[in-house]
């Protein structure tokens, strides 16, 4: 079983900045992709970016030139820097990961980290 936990999010001020975290552990081979998404209540979720273990990276408008995704393939990780962080930037934000164990594919989901844009 492929398991998600990310970390970093919290109350941070408009123009601030804050880095989330990304682990994914379990039995696995190998993982495609892993992405950060976000969620404000009442809304759907929203693709912000993503990494593929062959370097091919993909942002959505409302994360280029503000929001950076890192991943390291070894530790089986993903990071998401955010700048200038704004008021509309507070949600949930969830890490995805898609790949393969030794007997199944997976996609699987974290419990999500909360940030707050806030004076």
């Known amino acids: 079983q492929v398991q998600i936990v990310e970390s970093g999010g919290g109350l941070v001020q408009p123009g601030g900045s804050l880095t989330l975290s990304c682990a994914a552990s379990?039995?696995?081979?190998?993982?495609?992709?892993m992405g950060w998404y976000r969620q404000i209540p009442g809304k759907q979720r929203e693709f912000l970016a993503t990494?593929?273990?062959?370097?091919?990276?993909t942002y959505a408008d409302s994360a280029k030139g503000r929001f950076t995704i890192s991943r390291d393939n070894t530790k089986n990780t993903v990071t998401l820097q955010m700048n200038s962080l704004k008021s509309e930037d507070t949600a949930a934000y969830y890490c995805?990961?898609?790949?393969?164990?030794?007997?199944?594919?997976?996609?699987?989901w974290g419990q999500g980290t909360l940030v707050n844009v806030s004076t």
């Open positions: 995805n990961a898609v790949g393969r164990t030794a007997d199944s594919a997976f996609d699987v």
């Open positions: 990494a593929t273990n062959n370097g091919k990276i």
């Open positions: 379990g039995s696995i081979v190998e993982i495609y992709g």
